[in-house]
């Protein structure tokens, strides 16, 4: 092929965005880094319907995301009134008055071959044995409010297995990333789109109603709930897991700041749904998820301003919404990211992360003006898998419960499960062994925790955890517990980091 040809191949030259809220501005701000101008990027918002303005509680990966930025992490949190997040304290799952945390990082360590937990399940029917967060550098540290950085070198501590993610300012994060993106380059058309054109099994152009056209070769669908071009323009199906997740609502309201932020997310059970607090540097951030067959909107809302550890700041909100993804994610020359391609509700924080995890795939495949078809094959095979499983993980929390004191729960705990899931409690159930599979998002530590914090108990015992003697299985945990209590104890306040490292100007 002659070099004119070759030029002449056609060539990724447009992408518009549609939408402006976490998602359309992470996809700007991710593509227009790494693109360095050599696509022109369009991102067409509406102020007149604003986003879903939630999504405050992230997990880790979002650090790599943020490394993607070049995004210094003290400068992150000021700008958007973030504090640090170490796990998630589950309240009333299991059962009412029960509490666990689930931690970020891991638990203990091997030893060899053994996994910690195949040694944690031999000795924890001993006299004194201890509960699972002892083992959890986050979940030690949370407990007394405490926060640091891991530390880089291994060294002969569990601080370097601190794993933390982020809680913020929805508002102030989209603000923070149009900056990053419109100084490099992204172009902001305000206005609502009216028609979306397409030719064949491609979109053209977005219009807006004023008469704007707006032409690119690949459409990123980031236009929320409405998914105006996957699932409208193009078709794409819905999958309606409400059956296996009904929740449907959220009212929300933000109150006054916990004086000394606690480094994590609190979830806590009701009768018919649970609720959110995310402790900010300015606010604190709090919902109610529920189901509207159980509970009505005033009902629910009843029960939010009940129990808040503030002062209400502004009226509460209510957001509708079902549980689901889209059959495909990416469609022709369409992509959705956010909740265009899918909602799971917010309970353990993964929607954010979905966002990042399309768009490291994206940049993977992206496609010149004509996407391969096999790519589009694969993008739409792992991102489907990623939700399945994260699903998995969600359903786990509602269906695991001794609860039987509502109807609502009483449905969740007998409810048919995803064979999936079913198997995976089954195995544990049987031999205590939990695992990731492939490279799902949701590690040993997450499985354990939650199964174990829900109160699924496993009867069979590791064979690899009797290849250690009772009196060495013994000491290696206590040993454990202790170097985890020392070093929590050490770190500084979460208040204290935060003020050191990162306070917010308001
Ligand atoms: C109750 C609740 C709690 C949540 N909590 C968390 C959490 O703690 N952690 C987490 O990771 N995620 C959470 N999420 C999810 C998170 O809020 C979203 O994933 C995230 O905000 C991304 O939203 P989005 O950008 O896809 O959609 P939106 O914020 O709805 O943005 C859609 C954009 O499209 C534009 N648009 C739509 N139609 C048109 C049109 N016709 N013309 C022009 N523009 C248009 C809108 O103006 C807007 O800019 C939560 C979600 C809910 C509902």
Redesign the pocket.
């Known amino acids: 092929m002659s070099p004119a040809a070759d030029h002449d191949a056609p060539h990724l030259r447009r992408i518009a965005i549609?939408?402006?809220?976490?998602?359309?501005w992470m996809a700007a701000a991710a593509l227009s880094r790494v693109l360095k101008g050599s696509v022109a990027i369009a991102l067409?918002?509406?102020d007149a319907?604003?986003?879903?303005?939630?999504?405050?509680?992230?997990i880790p990966p979002i650090r790599a995301f943020n490394a993607l930025l070049g995004i210094d992490e003290d400068a992150f949190l000021r700008a958007t009134g973030g504090t640090f997040k170490l796990g998630i304290e589950f309240a009333g799952w299991g059962d009412v008055g029960e509490r666990y945390f689930h931690p970020f990082g891991v638990y203990g360590v091997d030893v060899g071959a053994v996994p910690f937990e195949a040694l944690w399940h031999r000795l924890r029917a001993e006299p004194g044995a201890r509960p699972l967060s002892a083992y959890s550098i986050c979940a030690a540290a949370a407990a007394t409010g405490r926060f640091q950085r891991p530390r880089t070198d291994p060294g002969n501590t569990p601080l370097h297995q601190i794993g933390h993610a982020f809680h913020f300012d929805?508002a102030r994060y989209a603000a923070y990333l149009r900056r990053l993106a419109q100084a490099a380059g992204v172009v902001r058309h305000e206005?609502?789109?009216a028609t979306v054109e397409r030719g064949g099994d491609r979109i053209d152009a977005v219009l807006l109603d004023d008469g704007r056209r707006i032409e690119a070769d690949f459409f990123i669908d980031?236009?929320?709930?409405?998914s105006?071009l996957l699932g409208g323009a193009m078709g794409s199906a819905f999958l309606d897991w409400s059956h296996w997740l009904p929740n449907d609502r959220?009212v929300?309201v933000p109150s006054t700041a916990i004086p000394a932020p606690p480094p994590y997310t609190r979830a806590t059970a009701h009768g018919a749904g649970w609720q959110?607090r995310?402790p900010l540097q300015h606010r604190t951030g709090n919902?109610v998820?529920f189901a509207s067959a159980h509970l009505d909107e005033n009902a629910a809302t009843d029960l939010l301003l009940a129990n808040l550890d503030g002062t209400p700041l502004g009226d509460p909100r209510v957001?509708r919404?079902k549980a689901g993804r889209r059959a495909e994610s990416w469609v022709g020359n369409c992509v959705a990211l956010?909740?265009?391609a899918g909602?799971l509700e917010?309970l353990e924080?993964?929607?954010?992360?979905l966002?990042q995890a399309g768009i490291a795939r994206l940049l993977e495949m992206l496609p010149a003006r004509d996407p391969d078809p096999a790519m589009v094959r694969r993008y739409n095979r792992l991102m489907g898998e990623e939700f399945d499983r994260i699903r998995d993980f969600i359903i786990l929390h509602f269906h695991a419960t001794r609860r039987d004191d509502t109807p609502y729960w009483r449905h969740l705990r007998t409810m048919a499960i995803p064979d999936s899931l079913a198997g995976r409690i089954a195995e544990y159930r049987a031999t205590g062994r939990v695992y990731r599979d492939g490279d799902e998002l949701f590690t040993r530590t997450s499985w354990l925790a939650v199964l174990e914090g829900q109160g699924v108990r496993a009867t069979g015992v590791d064979p690899l955890a009797m290849t250690l003697s009772l009196d060495e299985a013994r000491a290696r945990l206590d040993r454990i517990a202790q170097v985890t209590q020392a070093a929590a104890d050490r770190m500084p306040t979460h208040a204290d980091f935060i003020a050191a490292h990162c306070q917010a100007a308001s």
């Open positions: 549609v939408g402006g809220g976490t998602a359309g067409v918002e509406s319907i604003g986003t879903v303005g939630v999504g405050e509680a992230t929805a206005g609502r789109i980031c236009s929320g709930f409405a105006l959220a929300a959110w995310i919902g998820v957001l919404f956010g909740l265009s909602f917010p924080s993964t929607s954010i992360h966002i």
